[in-house]
């Protein structure tokens, strides 16, 4: 595959990686995407725990094909996780692992809670 094609795929991963993060985390403020976002929460937990029980707990399959992309761009060796390769890059820092999994979880935990009340009360 060619180095410019590659470019673009990284691209558009960290785009789609963007919006997945913030549909599953907000996608519950408007009542018309609350039952995608459930979907796509869904998803993100069958790859967390589905998948998890092969790969490892947490693996998302959406931050591996990503990691692959960057492997064969020769970039850097990157983190487990998209959110903390995001918030290392944010902040110019090298956040603890540790916290960035547990806020993740939490955000992405409470989001599917309000999102299924939500739901439940419509």
């Known amino acids: 595959m060619n180095l410019f094609l ?3 795929l990284d691209w558009i ?3 789609a990686h963007l919006v997945v993060i913030v549909f ?3 996608g519950w403020v408007f009542e018309s995407t609350r039952p995608v976002t459930l979907l796509v929460q869904s998803l993100t937990l069958g790859s967390w725990f589905g998948l998890g029980v092969w790969k490892g707990f947490g693996y998302c399959l ?3 094909w990503h ?3 960057k492997a064969r761009l020769r ?3 990157v983190p487990e996780s998209y959110i903390k390769f995001l918030v290392d890059g ?3 820092s090298d956040v603890d692992p540790a916290l960035t999994e547990r806020v993740t979880f939490a955000v992405f ?3 599917i809670a309000v999102n299924v009340s939500l739901l439940a009360l419509a």
């Open 6 to 8: 590659l470019r673009m």
């Open 13 to 15: 991963m960290h785009g």
């Open 24 to 26: 599953n985390a907000l």
């Open 62 to 64: 959406f931050t591996d």
């Open 67 to 69: 990691w692959r992309i």
């Open 75 to 77: 970039q850097p060796p």
């Open 90 to 92: 944010i902040i110019r």
């Open 109 to 111: 935990f409470i989001a």
